[in-house]
């Protein structure tokens, strides 16, 4: 117990020795002297005070014992007539002293084993721990150390000013005195030497490296590294005796560098960093000012820093402790806060340190060994998982990233790609070897390491975006194992999807757009283009939503090999569409569509030329030559057959959006007439070749017809179609062909100023311009002599519609033309008619009202028709029709459904009967709440197709019924009885699974409808629906009407949970008082 109390009798003796002196702030130069003496006479009567404590108190007797010999073995200690060195000193002997008692105290301490009973009791605190209170006072004694012993010592420029920090430490400079012995070099030799004695414990050491780390460096590197002249500055001392030994400065750098390992290398950064930097003295302050600048640091130190800076640098993890020392400052840290979030927007600082780690020093050997020990650190920066720090981290990695390759682009190829890219390399190595040479399943890549170089490239490229030619040229060589990838994501949900989207876009966009063509037909293997990935290599979900990569299996079947590639090539070409669709703005879908159009025409030409080197070859040639001529031959129609679905693909899905300016369209109709004019030059015009023909120059026709506002760059790519224009017109054999291209060449050449009435007819029979130009002129409905007008009108009502909404008033001839164009035997000529006729419907145009009748049996006779566009544009112009006539449509439409509309009385096909279910349908819905006042008729054709003998007519009454039921809600009620026993008898008594199906669904639909309320409405059938719901699910051996009684059961359950169980809501209720 004697050491116990001991240990606080040390504290208790620096606490009298640290007696606190008050100080008036600011005082003039006499009375400042008065209070440095008074300072001076509080430490004589502090020392004079603990003196008279260990001759008087018997407590302090251990201590005075244990002082005494730690002075005799402490070789610096000497009385000196500076009060204040002597006041350090005996500061210094205690801290030794609170060393020693600790390091006995913690020897003889022995814990008892803990009890497992209980487990949440805390161990036994070791007796060496120092309190709060404890620590204060030590913390208080290291710094009168630091302030009148070490910061005192230090030369102009090395460390901060004690002026700087605080009041204390401004009249402390004051207080020294160097006229008394020893000197300034072995006063700070000893502060430093003995702070690190003491800091070797690591509760002492904790409190003096977290707060006097940079002092205790700026002294070291003084006693070791500081020449005993220095430029423009006097010798440090004159005595030569009272300077360091070179055994002492050897121990002064053993120590630096022992201290710099030992510290936590952030701190030890940011240290030397405050240390190599100051401003240059006399730099004046900013306006307003009262601080004095700080004094730059001498030459030495700065070069020393530079050089501890880079050792830092150099070791592991150098660069993550270099970055993280620098950024620290700017608030990130453990404690983060909003002084994190203003780091992270702090780029500046961030692009600063990638220059400085990007920039090869000066002690390294060569920069090729610079580059091998610090790229892969740069790289380790973009897998920090701390949320707080990673953006700063990665952001600072992907500038050095870049830096590098702009400096050193082979250095950077050889020790930053190459690392980077290396899974996906392993993908489009031929070198790896064959499938049979490697075992089926095994792994090549994991997951992890996938998903690593994924989103590494994702931070590099996209997130850096920063597009130079080693940076595309690097993304090229594993273009397609992304798209791989991209294509295998497609499959299923995965977190690499976008990611490996945002890496193919990003390329494509970045680089010439040549190149970007190039590549979208390597990816689609257009042109006889090898896929890179490797054959036998594979992709395989992993267990955490990404991918593995893996050796294939040998297929033995040919069906099932053919099958797979088949289906493998058509899902690329999906998965390169859906790209396309993303590429709209910058047109880089259009011009890869006009290419592989051109593409096409070559091939035709290239299959005609084959044709007639076939029709050469004889029986006498070889058997090899003739192989060889039939294996091209194969390979040129998989080439065609998949130039061909490309199109077909992008035509499908990108629509006319593809072309996104005049001049791709041009483009397009270029391509379009050199086909024609390759196939006029082979004889080999079919149908398919006609109608295109008729397209390109129909839109030919309407672009000059005012259509579209053409400029002088327009005017410029139409001259490219006038020697095709002229061929057309000279070898086509039909004269209105003929005299069409003649017409649209003459135009081209006079920039518009000539125009036929063949050119405006051409223009109007155009697909697709029925309804643009209604849309954009009315000038096409006029003669050709008012063409000028016509433009200027269309221009001017473009500009002020861009959107191309239709007119609001239209005249009566323009209308009997839709009428006319709506039977038109042109599929696109119809479908434009009746899409033009059903917006004037919504828009309620008078004239088209007034001739509904005639629009009515149009759509009815359309609805027979076998194209979908045509039949699909009647079902919405009914559904139209009886959102604005329902009380005259809806009753010969109900007719319509139950039997033809002939007086004969012949029944209609299921087909066109399902139709017009569907017009019912869609106008129920645009009905909304008037749907109810129909209700009966409505019903009653359903439930009347719901005994129909076709089965699927049986189903669709069904699916419609359901459908209504749940947009009649309480209006159901009346006849929820019939309803109810008619799914009723057919679940129970149908023998067609598809019926069954639809009947369950709409018990489901019947109770999302009606919700919290179906207790009301369908409270005298729901126990019969429920007892139906629960025969389905034990009795039904069909998994999806089991499904869908499920699903309803599951309704119901919700429906009944909420009225038992309802929300509790905490109201405040005010009531008003008369």
């Not at 022992?258 to 936590?264: C, E, I, N, Q």
């Amino acid at each position: 117990m004697a050491q116990l109390v001991q240990l606080g009798v040390v504290v208790d003796a620096l606490q009298l020795l640290l007696k606190p002196v008050e100080l008036s702030p600011s005082l003039s130069s006499s009375d400042q002297t008065k209070q440095r003496g008074k300072v001076l006479e509080t430490l004589r009567s502090n020392l004079s005070a603990l003196e008279g404590r260990f001759q008087n108190n018997p407590e302090y007797g251990d201590l005075g014992h244990l002082r005494d010999s730690i002075k005799s073995q402490a070789s610096w200690y000497a009385v000196s007539d500076d009060v204040t060195w002597n006041f350090t000193s005996d500061i210094l002997i205690l801290l030794l002293c609170l060393k020693r008692c600790m390091i006995e105290v913690a020897a003889s301490f022995n814990p008892q084993a803990a009890n497992p009973r209980t487990p949440e009791a805390a161990p036994a605190l070791s007796p060496d721990t120092l309190s709060i209170s404890q620590q204060k006072n030590v913390q208080s004694a290291l710094q009168f150390v630091v302030t009148l012993g070490l910061c005192p010592c230090l030369l102009p420029g090395v460390g901060i000013p004690l002026k700087h920090r605080s009041e204390f430490g401004a009249v402390a400079e004051t207080l020294v005195s160097w006229d008394h012995p020893p000197s300034r070099v072995r006063r700070l030799y000893v502060s430093c030497i003995v702070l690190l004695d003491i800091a070797s414990h690591s509760i002492l050491g904790s409190l003096i490296l977290t707060r006097h780390l940079g002092d205790i460096i700026a002294g070291l590197c003084q006693l070791g590294y500081c020449p005993a002249k220095t430029k423009g500055t006097q010798t440090l001392q004159n005595d030569s005796a009272q300077l360091l030994t070179e055994e002492e400065q050897s121990r002064c750098r053993d120590a630096l560098k022992s201290l710099l390992d030992r510290v936590y290398q952030p701190n030890v950064i940011k240290e030397l960093l405050i240390l190599q930097g100051g401003l240059k003295q006399g730099r004046p302050s900013a306006p307003g000012s009262v601080s004095q600048p700080l004094v730059q640091a001498p030459c030495w130190l700065r070069r020393l820093c530079g050089q501890l800076l880079s050792e830092r640098l150099l070791k592991e993890n150098g660069v993550k402790a270099v970055v993280q020392g620098i950024l620290e400052g700017a608030g990130v840290g453990a404690a983060g806060g909003q002084g994190a979030e203003t780091a992270v927007a702090d780029w500046r600082k961030c692009d600063t340190v990638a220059r400085i780690l990007a920039s090869c020093p000066q002690q390294s050997l060569s920069v090729e060994e610079y580059y091998r020990q610090v790229c892969p650190q740069v790289l380790d920066l973009l897998h920090i998982t701390d949320k707080l720090t990673a953006r700063q981290f990665q952001r600072v990695s992907c500038s050095t990233f870049l830096a590098m390759v702009k400096e050193q682009p082979k250095l950077a190829e050889k020790y930053l790609f190459k690392p980077l890219l290396t899974p996906l390399l392993k993908c489009v190595d031929a070198s790896v070897g064959t499938q049979e040479e490697l075992h089926p399943g095994a792994v090549i890549v994991d997951e992890a390491t996938l998903t690593q170089c994924i989103e590494d490239l994702y931070k590099i490229y996209v997130v850096g975006n920063e597009p130079n030619i080693p940076l595309i040229s690097s993304l090229q060589s594993v273009l397609q194992a992304v798209f791989a990838l991209y294509c295998f994501t497609k499959h299923s949900v995965s977190h690499l999807r976008s990611l490996c989207q945002e890496i193919v876009l990003w390329y494509l966009q970045k680089c010439e757009h040549t190149e970007a063509i190039t590549a979208l037909k390597q990816l689609a293997r257009l042109n006889g283009s090898v896929s890179k990935f490797h054959p036998a290599f594979q992709f395989c979900p992993g267990s955490d939503g990404g991918a593995v990569i893996t050796v294939k299996s040998t297929i033995s079947e040919e069906d099932e090999a053919l099958y797979q590639k088949v289906s493998s090539e058509q899902w690329r070409i999906e998965c390169l569409v859906d790209l396309l669709s993303n590429l709209r703005e910058s047109g880089l879908s259009g011009d890869f569509f006009i290419s592989c159009l051109k593409d096409l025409t070559s091939m035709a030409a290239e299959e005609e030329e084959e044709e007639r080197k076939a029709s050469t070859l004889t029986d006498m040639d070889s058997f090899l030559e003739r192989e060889k001529y039939e294996a091209q031959q194969i390979e040129k129609q998989e080439a065609k057959l998949l130039t061909l679905q490309l199109i077909a693909a992008l035509c499908e899905k990108v629509t006319s959006a593809v072309f996104s300016n005049t001049v791709q369209v041009i483009e397009f109709i270029a391509a379009t007439l050199q086909r024609a004019c390759v196939c006029l030059a082979h004889n080999t015009q079919g149908t398919v070749e006609t109608q295109t023909l008729s397209m390109g120059m129909g839109l030919v026709a309407a672009m000059l017809g005012g259509a579209v506002q053409l400029t002088p760059e327009d005017y410029t790519a139409l001259q490219e179609l006038l020697p095709m224009l002229e061929d057309i017109s000279a070898r086509h054999p039909d004269p209105v062909i003929q005299e069409l291209a003649s017409d649209l060449r003459i135009s081209i050449a006079t920039h518009g100023a000539f125009c036929t009435d063949t050119i405006t007819s051409a223009a109007h029979n155009a697909p697709g311009r029925t309804s643009k130009v209604t849309a954009g002129s009315e000038g096409t409905w006029s003669s050709s002599g008012e063409k000028a007008d016509e433009r200027k009108t269309c221009a001017e009502k473009r500009s002020a519609d861009p959107g191309g909404a239709l007119p609001s008033n239209i005249t009566s001839e323009q209308v009997q033309e839709l009428l006319v164009s709506a039977v038109d035997p042109q599929v696109p000529v119809r479908t434009a008619a009746l899409r033009t006729l059903v917006h004037f419907l919504k828009q309620r145009e008078s004239e088209i009202l007034t001739h509904q009748e005639k629009i009515l049996s149009l759509f009815l006779e359309n609805l027979e028709h076998e194209d979908s566009f045509v039949y699909l544009a009647a079902i919405q112009g009914l559904a139209v029709l009886t959102d604005v006539f329902p009380q005259r449509i809806l009753p010969r439409l109900l007719q319509e459904y139950r039997e033809s509309p002939q007086t004969g009385g012949k029944k209609i096909s299921s087909e066109s009967r399902m139709k017009m279910g569907e017009v019912l349908m869609r106008g129920t819905r645009a009905l909304g709440d008037l749907a109810s006042h129909y209700r009966d008729p409505l019903i009653h054709a359903f439930l009347q197709g719901v005994r129909d003998p076709d089965n699927m007519l049986r189903a669709s009454s069904l699916s419609n019924l359901g459908e209504l039921c749940q947009r009649l809600r309480f209006a159901l009620g009346p006849v929820v009885h019939e309803i109810s026993s008619c799914l009723i008898a057919v679940v129970k008594t149908e023998t067609d699974v598809e019926v069954r199906r639809a009947a369950v669904h709409v018990v489901t639909l019947l109770l999302r409808g009606l919700s919290k309320k179906a207790t009301e409405v369908l409270a005298d059938v729901l126990r019969n629906l429920y007892r139906l719901l629960k025969f389905v699910v034990q009795t039904d051996r069909d998994e999806v009407c089991v499904l869908h009684a499920q699903l309803a059961l599951e309704e119901l359950d919700d429906i009944m949970r909420q009225l038992l169980f309802p929300q509790q809501k905490l109201e405040k209720k005010i009531t008003v008082l008369p």
